[in-house]
């Protein structure tokens, strides 16, 4: 599979035939809603028939495998054959496909009850682990509850280990008082971590994720004490921890989104980590890449340096952004799916952009009532991008912000790049 960049005049057809493809492949690997309708500057999936090679006079085996750099005991095994040497020329071996590495998924959901099952479903086959979002904690150490026993019912049923989320915050409170008063209080702790023990083994959860926010610096230590002894109550109860950090590009880094999450400490205890590589394109600020595979590289520079490769989840947002233009401070953009992105751009004929140094795509338009408006949003271009990133830096997989916004070109692309790990 590859990506094309729709230009001036291209049909579905034509590009299809131009690859020698299929245009149903192409509709259904990239979820067009109209093969019909394409922009310039769009970019599709093009599906690739499986390779093949026919023999010639002095082909053997270990050749013809060495020229597609795939093995000899691929190559056999891919065509059924048993004995290198019955090859006979003009017969038509299939290639098979190059080794993908394996890596971890997570994906979080704030859709919940029934409506999360769909959704669960479509997906199931490319993830590891399914994280409810998100139980939240009182200042005396309960939980509120989350409508999840269908979200966990589907997940186990795709093979997916269902992840406890406890957060400190919502929509409209930041989380630090929350904070401060669980972590400085034992018996708040004792009650939060009992609570989390039994939720886990009423739901059926495998495992936690610890996303506490704006925890302020001079909590840091008791925040750190926290995770120790959580970790290890839940090590003894037989389940995983991991936790969620803000983008942080240094340890020095100032502000209370950062001061309190202690990255080496964090990679020492949690037996992985969510690295929340997103929200620079925040919804109440200026129009930009949502995340920019720029800024994520130098969040992922200073991490692996703290953190073992191999804990770090890479956080990856499947959402859209729409401001008014021009920006006015306290107007909040609109999030949308990357689908209705497209079905905006269709609409109003724009022509798609793309920022190389974000590697993001994004467009403008003007709606019926002649207000101007930027949009950016995610391709196949810029989650590859992202995918080469894991690649790169070697990292245990990526963590999905968040289920419920369609994006048909990431799910294809991420089974094409990656065998995904079922535990």
Known sequence: MFIYVVQNGDVLWKIADKFNSDVNKIVEANGLPDPNKLLVGQSLLIPEEPATHTVK??????????SHGVSVQDLLWENRILN????????????????RPEIEVNAFTYTLGQDAVPIVNGVGDVLTYLTPFAYIVQEDGSLTPID?????????????????????????????????????????????????IKT??????????IDFEYVLPEDREAYNNFLESTVNKLHEEGFFVSTSLAPKVSSEQKGLLYEAHDYPFHGKVADFVVLMTYEWGW?????????????????????VTVIPRDKILMGFQIYARDWTLPFQP??????????????RAYAHNAQIQ??????????????????AHEVWFEDARSAQAKFDLVKEYGLRGLSYWGLGYPFTQNWTLLADTFDIAKL
């Open 57 to 66: 006079p002095g082909d053997t085996a270990w050749k013809i495998a060495q």
């Open 148 to 196: 999840d026993e269908a979200a966990i019912g589907e997940a186990i049923a795709h093979g997916i280990v269902p992840m406890m989320s406890i957060v400190n915050f919502t929509t409209n409170i930041p989380g630090e008082d929350v904070a401060y008063k669980v972590l400085n209080n034992p018996e708040a702790v004792a009650n939060l971590q009992n609570n989390i």
């Open 283 to 303: 919804r109440g600020g200026q129009p930009r890449a949502i995340s920019p595979v720029n800024e994520m590289r130098k969040v992922l520079d200073y991490a």
């Open 330 to 343: 306290g107007q909040n953009a609109e999030t949308i799916s990357v689908e209705e992105a497209m079905n």
């Open 354 to 371: 793309y920022d190389y140094v974000a590697q993001s795509p994004f467009f403008r338009y003007s709606d019926e009532e002649g207000n």
């Open 84 to 99: 290198p040497e019955n090859l006979y020329v003009g017969q038509v071996l299939r290639i098979p496909e190059k080794s």
């Open 200 to 209: 886990m083994k009423d739901k059926g959860y495998r495992g936690l994720n």
